[in-house]
């Protein structure tokens, strides 16, 4: 009995985590991720974006905002705040994935990336602000969010345990494509916004590029994404990312049909800070299609070897 008690106690006495703990955790680091864009967003969205002006500290004079700054200066050190938060559940999340009884060092290394990745996405918070708001910078602020949305996501599947399904490589080979096509359409909506109206401050400059012109090229290529995620649902037919794949369809139409909404209504404020989650759910249902489809093998290679294989006999 204590041999037994002393085998599930180790580092300073707590017990090894569970997969479902694990799993938990690295849910938790998708959670907190997409929570921080939103947040981010609402930022940019309330004019915020310099409620403190200057950074790490708030102002030259003090690491808190003071009264003068008004709401601004709440919104802007609130979701400074919320970083912290992040930063504790991702460290809660690599150190889970460390003690884990089932893990391995390409675990560790993916946990420790995300824990690693997000005090440098600060880092580029602060270059936002030290810039005024550069839109190009801000672009990469959020595609660093987002990246970090697929990788927490890719932590959970990988915890989960890989699918011994083969599928062909042609259906790899587009859903590959189409995770790509998904990145384009991601960073083009970053290029939208930023010469559009919600720069974050009344004096932040924009990209100078026309938004009505960008829009449209945005629109484009979410056409050939849809496309692409159609061909997807119809080469994975009969497969258990067949489910994935409609979701994702499904997921890029609802996102898809907001963009509009939102592009003829003169982008209010909710329907942005929604668009900027729905972004955040599509890279995590197509990383989660591209993890079961890509990192399987190939079911024509299966067949070769097979064939090979009764040949010999």
């Not at 692409?228 to 497969?239: A, I, N, S, V």
């Not at 955040?280 to 064939?307: F, K, M, P, Q």
């Amino acid at each position: 009995m204590g041999v037994t008690t002393k085998a599930k106690r180790s580092w300073l006495g707590l017990r090894q985590p569970t997969e479902t703990s694990v799993e938990r955790w690295a849910w938790a680091a998708v959670v907190a991720n997409t929570v921080i864009i939103l947040t981010g967003g609402l930022v940019r969205l309330t004019g915020s974006g310099l409620g403190c002006p200057t950074w790490p500290k708030c102002t030259d004079n003090s690491f808190v905002p003071h009264r003068e700054l008004g709401f601004h200066g709440v919104i802007e050190f609130g979701n400074r705040m919320l970083t912290y938060v992040l930063i504790a559940v991702v460290v809660a999340t690599f150190v889970a994935i460390w003690r884990w009884s089932r893990t391995s060092r390409p675990l560790r290394r993916l946990a420790a990336l995300i824990a690693l990745g997000v005090p440098f996405q600060g880092v580029i918070g602060g270059i936002t602000v030290l810039t005024d708001l550069n839109p190009w910078i801000v672009s990469l602020h959020l595609l660093l969010s987002l990246l970090l949305v697929s990788a927490s996501v890719l932590l959970v599947v990988r915890v989960r345990g890989a699918t011994p399904f083969a599928f062909a490589t042609r259906a790899r080979r587009l859903v590959l494509a189409t995770y790509g096509m998904l990145w384009v359409v991601v960073y083009l909506g970053t290029v939208v916004t930023g010469s559009g109206p919600h720069a974050g401050d009344d004096e932040a400059p924009r990209n100078m590029l026309d938004p009505q012109v960008m829009s449209h090229v945005h629109a484009v290529a979410v056409y050939v994404l849809v496309a692409l995620t159609l061909g997807c649902c119809l080469l994975l037919r009969g497969t258990p990312a067949a489910r994935l794949a409609g979701g994702l369809l499904v997921a890029e139409l609802a996102q898809g049909t907001l963009g509009f909404v939102q592009y003829f209504t003169d982008l209010p404020i909710a329907l942005v800070a929604a668009h900027l989650v729905g972004a955040a759910v599509l890279v995590a249902v197509a990383t989660r299609l591209l993890v079961e489809v890509v990192a399987s093998r190939s079911s024509e290679v299966t067949d070769t070897r097979a064939s090979a294989s009764t040949s010999s006999h």
